[in-house]
């Protein structure tokens, strides 16, 4: 499935589909604005690019991915490691256009932040059988763990220094979950819930163990279960209407132009696909985790 198709990104700033999985802007735009570098943060390949957009700041990311190489076969996606292949050409564009030493300080200075593991486990590992048959939870999650901290070394080496890294949400209760497991009452799944606090946990243990190991650099996990799960239980509260179906599709799986049901108002509703929030939720959410945790990367 791909988001460059309407109704994707009608809240967007053209109000048109980019292949963000949203209404609108995406976690990587807000944190940029919030920074008061730009509006949005273009992706690395678009093939319109200025050199200014190289100095700004670009997106690697691959919406679906994952660390778990069998994510990237069945969804048909760009893997960690060509991630990094595109990142190690992108400082040499860089070099090319301001030489090898303010490069160097670019890198230094810049913050990057690493978003993968949801689609491992949500997909990968729950909705197929095949890692279910090689691995428990607790051996899955110290796989990704392990790729997760060889990515962040990657980086390191490539000269970066102010590495963010988000941890997984409540993904058992993104709305396809409910639809597949969550039974008449449209339930989380707490077995999925589970698994991603593992995880969570693992990955702080292993980001303060690199930072011993990696001379200045500043690692930073980005803590956000807590930030969506008191939305998804309090969403009333905080003026959504709407936290166990979509935006767009409702409780059908796929949202698009064929979609039976559109909501009219998407900032009444915490998801706007199946899996992926309204930017209402993703701006509630990241605002919190800037104000709680950009100043640890300039400490």
């Not at 490691?81 to 490069?103: H, N, R």
């Not at 008449?184 to 303060?208: G, H």
């Not at 064929?258 to 959410?285: E, N, Q």
Request: glycine content about 8%; hydrophobic content about 40%; some cysteine.
């Amino acid at each position: 499935m791909r988001a460059n198709r309407k109704p994707y990104g009608r809240d967007f700033l053209d109000g048109k589909p980019t292949g963000r999985f949203c209404n609108g802007r995406i976690p990587s735009d807000l944190l940029v604005e919030i920074l008061g570098i730009k509006e949005a943060l273009p992706p690395y390949l678009d093939p319109n690019l200025k050199i200014e957009d190289l100095l700004t700041g670009v997106c690697f990311a691959s919406a679906g991915t994952g660390f778990d190489p069998l994510t990237v076969k069945l969804a048909s996606v760009i893997s960690a490691e060509d991630q990094l292949k595109m990142f190690q050409e992108y400082i040499g564009k860089l070099q090319e256009a301001v030489g090898k030493e303010k490069t160097a300080l670019i890198l230094a200075k810049s913050i990057i932040v690493i978003s993968m593991g949801s689609n491992d486990i949500a997909g990968t590992y729950f909705a197929s059988p095949f890692r279910r048959f090689e691995y428990n939870v607790e051996e899955y999650t110290s796989l990704l763990i392990n790729s997760s901290s060889n990515f962040v070394q990657e980086l390191y080496k490539f000269g970066a220094r102010r590495i963010g890294v988000l941890g997984l949400s409540p993904i058992g209760c993104v709305p396809l979950q409910r639809t597949l497991e969550g039974g008449p009452e449209r339930d989380c799944v707490k077995s999925i819930n589970e698994a991603a606090i593992i995880y969570n946990t693992k990955l702080t243990s292993s980001l303060e163990a690199l930072s011993i190991s990696l001379p200045k650099a500043r690692l930073v996990y980005l803590e956000n279960y807590n930030e969506f799960n008191e939305i998804i239980q309090h969403y009333n509260e905080l003026g959504f209407e709407v936290a166990d179906s979509a935006c767009c599709g409702g409780t059908e799986l796929v949202c698009g132009p064929l979609a039976l049901t559109i909501c009219k108002d998407d900032a009444k509703y915490v998801f706007w696909d199946s899996y992926h929030p309204t930017d209402r939720t993703y701006s509630m959410v990241v605002s919190k985790i800037a104000k709680r945790d950009l100043a640890k990367f300039f400490k």
